[in-house]
């Protein structure tokens, strides 16, 4: 800029303002720096303007890993969202390690960003690091894998619904001995995951065995390992319902490898909708999240933090509903049907994000 100033003889504060339209500048001193700028292949210092205004129009995000559908998907729908608001985003990859999620934040930080959204790595049991970011008074809104509690802004899929939802299924397809292949239970979407599938056993009149459950990492070879040991029992099960599609997709590959028929002999639940659960034999059912819509409506959120500019706000989460996708690896019955089975609406504390 200061360069700019110099070849026209003005003063940098009027290149500052030309370059940011503003109102004091005409519109042939505009076009004079516009011109020269172009020439120069200028290009504006956007964290220098951030540290000297104390805020950007960046938004930082904290996602566990960008790989599968759901993350992917998510980061596409906030970045689509931020992009219609005006700001451009910066993602960080936790590779589900809290040290490298503190790291993260420290860098999210440094660049100013205007707020951040995070959804929680697997190993994160400590939250320090985020009081961290609320002493600064930064707007956080969490998604997905969250901090829970009543001051906690944030974005969730009604997980509960969707165990309960997908152990109906099964049971509607006749399997009377279903098995959960669960996740890291001080994950709130896990653990609600698992009260869903006990809803749905209690409401059915059966008992919750503790037997039917094996608490995995959520991997492929997870499930197969979890599925091998529950085929070792004395009593079988007739039905899986897995808390991810990875695990599950695990199960059905060891099931398969040990001579039984799927869904005949065990039917099978998966919890994601990842892309490749469409091009597996048999195709395998699951739980649609959401991913896009999650997206969108966290960057809503968190500009509605961001607007109160300090003002009091009352936290609140905005919860998604589940969608049972019935394919192959459960269907038993002609009469079940396939394809989506819950509408996609959306559930908020505000009638406006209905």
């Known amino acids: 800029m200061a360069d700019l100033a110099r070849?026209?003889?003005?003063?940098?504060?009027?290149?500052?303002?030309?370059?940011?339209?503003?109102?004091?500048?005409?519109p042939a001193m505009k076009q004079k720096v516009l011109k020269l700028s172009k020439k120069y292949n200028y290009q504006p210092n956007r964290l220098a303007s951030a540290l000297r205004k104390g805020k950007s129009q960046l938004l930082g995000i904290v996602v566990p890993y960008i790989e599968g559908r759901f993350f992917p998907s998510v980061v596409h729908g906030i970045e689509t969202a931020a992009r219609k608001a005006g700001y451009n985003v910066i993602i960080c990859q936790s590779n589900e390690d809290v040290a490298q999620e503190r790291r993260?934040?420290?860098?999210?930080?440094?660049?100013?960003?205007?707020?951040?959204?995070?959804?929680?790595?697997?190993?994160?049991?400590?939250?320090?690091?985020?009081?961290?970011?609320?002493?600064?008074?930064?707007?956080?809104?969490f998604f997905d894998r969250i901090l829970e509690g009543d001051k906690v802004n944030a974005v969730v899929l009604d997980d509960q619904e969707g165990g309960y939802i997908s152990t109906r299924h099964l049971l509607s397809q006749g399997c009377r001995r279903i098995a959960h292949l669960a996740g890291p239970q001080h994950l709130n979407i896990y653990k609600n995951r698992r009260q869903g599938y006990f809803d749905a056993l209690r409401e059915a009149g059966l008992p919750e065995d503790e037997s039917l459950i094996v608490y995995t990492d959520m991997a492929q070879q997870s499930g197969a390992e979890g599925m091998r040991q529950l085929l070792a029992a004395a009593n079988p099960p007739d039905g899986v319902f897995g808390a991810g599609d990875y695990c599950a997709l695990g199960a059905m590959q060891e099931a398969r490898r040990q001579g039984l028929r799927v869904p005949e002999d065990v039917a099978i639940c998966g919890f994601s909708n990842e892309t490749f659960t469409v091009v597996t034999e048999p195709t395998i059912t699951t739980i649609d999240q959401r991913c896009e819509e999650m997206g969108q409506a966290a960057v809503r959120l968190l500009l509605e933090v961001i607007e109160t500019n300090g003002s009091a706000y009352t936290p609140r989460q905005v919860v998604l509903r589940p969608e049972l996708v019935v394919r192959g690896s459960s269907t038993r019955f002609l009469d079940a049907g396939a394809g989506p089975v819950a509408a996609p609406t959306v559930e908020s504390a505000d009638p406006a994000d209905a």
């Open 7 to 26: 070849e026209l003889g003005v003063s940098l504060t009027t290149i500052s303002r030309a370059l940011s339209d503003h109102h004091s500048i005409g």
């Open 104 to 141: 993260n934040l420290d860098t999210l930080l440094s660049a100013q960003v205007a707020g951040i959204l995070v959804s929680l790595s697997r190993t994160t049991h400590d939250f320090q690091h985020f009081e961290k970011v609320r002493s600064r008074g930064l707007p956080l809104v």
